[in-house]
């Protein structure tokens, strides 16, 4: 069983940058792979960013060049470092784990959620 608790959203002018912190309970994080999802009003869920347990990543082409992830398995935790924000990345941000090293951009594969974190882009 794998808990997950994002933090780190906000309001933010566009140009800005935010850092989100997904924070993991369970000693399975360090084998999961662990991706970051984003949904805005009324669109369906998106793949962001993901990671796999190596610290292997695949970006979104709407992200790349501007999001970082990265991830501290002694801390469990897993960060978006978001920079040169737009606002059509105004969404809630969800962070997942799968427990599998075959990295996806499904979101329905992916087996642990957490609860969401707003980020607003003001123009």
């Known amino acids: 069983q794998v808990q997950l608790v994002e933090s780190g959203g906000g309001l933010v002018q566009a140009g800005g940058s935010l850092r989100l912190s997904c924070a993991a309970s369970?000693?399975?994080?360090?084998?999961?792979?662990m991706g970051w999802f984003r949904q805005a009003a009324g669109k369906e869920r998106e793949f962001v960013a993901g990671i796999r347990s190596g610290g292997s990543t695949v970006y979104a082409d709407s992200v790349k060049g501007r999001f970082i992830i990265s991830r501290d398995n002694a801390k469990n935790t897993v960060y978006l470092q978001m920079t040169s924000l737009k606002p059509e990345d105004t969404a809630v941000y969800f962070c997942a784990a799968r427990l599998s090293d075959f990295l996806r951009q499904t979101p329905s594969v992916y087996d642990y959620w957490g609860q969401g974190t707003q980020v607003t882009v003001s123009s």
């Open positions: 369970g000693r399975t994080f360090s084998r999961c792979t």
